[in-house]
């Protein structure tokens, strides 16, 4: 039940983060620096499959390891990307409530990192080595 009040939050906190934006006149600025964001998100969505992208944190049988395009820079390149994209959106018209639901993303989406890593380190032996060389949301330089 806690995986699907994640799941649900996630969803939640990011629309009302994009929907809540002042959209007349079109926030540009907002738009430009989120594009990064958007597009390391869909390039992981791409590099996993388009057809096999879950929302709930936890493995499957068909789950496999990928270390490889978006998942060499940072281990949930999806959770930056969405964090990117939102975090824009603070650009447009600040209110404290929109930056209070943005950390509130954030927790959600370190909790949900976290369910997964811990049952991808169970199924996957190199995935401590993974870890130790590629950071969670932002690269390890």
């Not at 699907?4 to 079109?26: E, G």
């Not at 493995?59 to 820079?73: D, H, K, M, N, Q």
Request: proline share 5%; glycine share 4%; with cysteine.
């Amino acid at each position: 039940m806690f995986f699907w009040f994640l799941v649900v939050a996630q969803f939640t906190l990011s629309a009302v983060l994009v929907l809540s934006t002042r959209w007349s006149p079109i926030p540009w600025l907002a738009i430009l620096v989120s594009m990064p964001g958007a597009a390391l998100a869909v390039w992981a969505w791409g590099k996993v499959g388009l057809l096999k992208l879950r929302i709930h944190p936890t493995t499957t049988a068909s789950t496999r390891l990928i270390t490889s395009g978006p998942f060499a820079v940072v281990r949930h390149p999806m959770y930056t990307g969405l964090l990117w994209f939102t975090a824009a959106f603070q650009l447009d018209e600040f209110a404290w409530w929109r930056l209070v639901a943005w950390f509130a993303l954030a927790i959600v989406l370190y909790s949900k990192a976290c369910v997964e890593e811990k049952d991808i380190n169970l199924r996957f032996a190199e995935y401590n080595a993974y870890r130790d060389e590629v950071g969670r949301f932002w690269p390890k330089f």
